[in-house]
């Protein structure tokens, strides 16, 4: 079955303990109801339906709306939902929306994540979204995945949501083994983008504390980037003692749909660089993280949250706004690997890949003459604790640069960053031992 989770969750999801993540610093507080909402179109099975239903059931969910509608439909009846959630009157702790249907059907689902994100009940809550395709001939695979995770959750029921849907048991195989030797690979563009240096510096040196051989190549042409990334491949493929870890840090003017561009202004997609990498044989079955510092669009994001005056908030200590695309997590599950959103783990070369996105898709990555709030960031965070599970510390890195105000060259107005997270990991990943 392939499986990936995408998100931008700021802080840990704790979904299955109903009581012991309440008030815990570094975990959504789940206070007040947990709600889901079950769309499915009419091909879906009704033991498909029912198995999602206990799931919800073994997370705690107060409630669960089931509907059923075409593809098509599901827009409205998200719209209906959120009204719904708005016109409770109170704060929701968490909101599960599952939508089920055929594969190669849902094509387009952020229109439907961000019309949830617009709900003001769950501003600073998580939204999980489990987009679950399935065809005739593999309707047993779903259930099978389901029913492993209504297992896990009631076996497991301290752990967070990210550790339930990337550790397979609780045993010590659980962790990747990076006995062997760590590569990384840096490409980075300097020319033209003030700060950038400052970036290069601290991801090497973080690198190499971590015990990686970094290769490091500056202002490469946009052939460059696949050259080097083969090359890369090569040489791992060609050492003759096995390799536990690979990182590959890509650091660049971004376009309008994501691509990356060169020192010479010509575009590369990042997803050719993954799927070479993907090729190496050495690299089977161990990580894979990409991390992308690199616009992904031009949309500033102004964050959204009640209004109140800057003096308030100073008192309070927190941040006037959220990012209107943090708080949320995506899990794909596809039985033929067919979802176009980056890697998806439906055979072995596109397992074990983390992907970083420094911005969330379609906005802008900030970085000034200091360097990038992405990178230098991370830096810290994993310079900090770098024993810790790395989608962990991928999480505290988000919830950081969730927290700053920035002021972009071309704006006088202070906006909100977001990362995106792509995870196919199986295990945890620890970097350090």
């Not at 640069?401 to 909100?416: A, F, S, T």
Request: one cysteine or more; hydrophobic letters at 40%; charged letters at 20%.
């Amino acid at each position: 079955m392939a499986f990936l989770v995408a998100g931008t969750l700021r802080v840990a999801s704790q979904m299955a303990d109903t009581w012991e993540s309440l008030g815990r610093k570094g975990k959504y507080s789940m206070q007040g109801p947990r709600v889901a909402l079950l769309l499915s179109s009419p091909e879906v099975s009704a033991s498909t339906v029912t198995v999602l239903e206990g799931v919800f059931r073994t997370l705690g969910f107060d409630s669960c709306q089931r509907r059923e509608a075409s593809v098509q439909g599901f827009q409205w009846e998200l719209v209906r939902f959120r009204e719904q959630l708005d016109a409770h009157g109170g704060p929701v702790g968490c909101a599960f929306v599952a939508l089920v249907a055929p594969s190669q059907q849902l094509r387009q689902p952020q229109q439907l994540v961000q019309e949830l994100s617009r709900c003001g009940a769950l501003y600073g809550c998580p939204k999980v979204f489990l987009l679950l395709s399935s065809s005739p001939g593999a309707a047993s695979k779903p259930r099978a995945f389901l029913t492993s995770l209504g297992e896990l959750c009631g076996h497991c029921p301290h752990w967070s949501l990210l550790q339930l849907l990337t550790e397979p048991e609780p045993s010590p195989s659980a962790q990747y083994d990076l006995s062997g030797a760590q590569a990384a690979l840096l490409l980075a563009v300097i020319q033209g983008r003030p700060g950038a240096q400052h970036d290069v510096e601290a991801l090497r040196g973080l690198c190499q504390a971590l015990g990686f051989e970094t290769t490091l190549k500056m202002d490469p042409l946009a052939q460059a980037f696949q050259e080097e990334m083969a090359k890369f491949r090569e040489q791992l493929d060609a050492r003759r003692v096995p390799v536990s870890c690979a990182l590959v840090a890509l650091m660049a003017h971004g376009g309008p749909q994501g691509q990356l561009l060169g020192a010479d202004g010509q575009e590369v997609q990042p997803e050719v660089l993954v799927q070479e990498l993907s090729r190496c044989g050495a690299l089977v079955g161990r990580p894979k993280i990409f991390l992308l510092q690199a616009c992904r669009g031009g949309h500033r994001d102004a964050g959204m949250g009640p209004t109140a005056l800057p003096w308030f908030w100073r008192w309070l200590r927190a941040p006037p706004a959220t990012p209107s695309q943090a708080d949320v997590i995506q899990i794909y599950a596809d039985v033929q690997g067919s979802f176009p959103r980056g890697p998806i783990p439906g055979s072995s070369d596109q397992a074990d890949i983390l992907m970083v996105y420094a911005a969330a898709e379609g906005c802008v990555a900030y970085r000034d003459e200091k360097g990038s709030d992405f990178i230098q960031t991370l830096v810290e965070v994993l310079r900090a604790d770098p024993r810790r599970d790395l989608l962990e510390l991928m999480t505290e890195v988000n919830r950081q640069v969730c927290e700053l105000e920035v002021l972009g060259p071309d704006c006088d107005e202070r906006r909100k960053a977001c990362l995106e997270i792509r995870s196919s990991l199986r295990r945890r990943l620890c970097l350090h031992s």
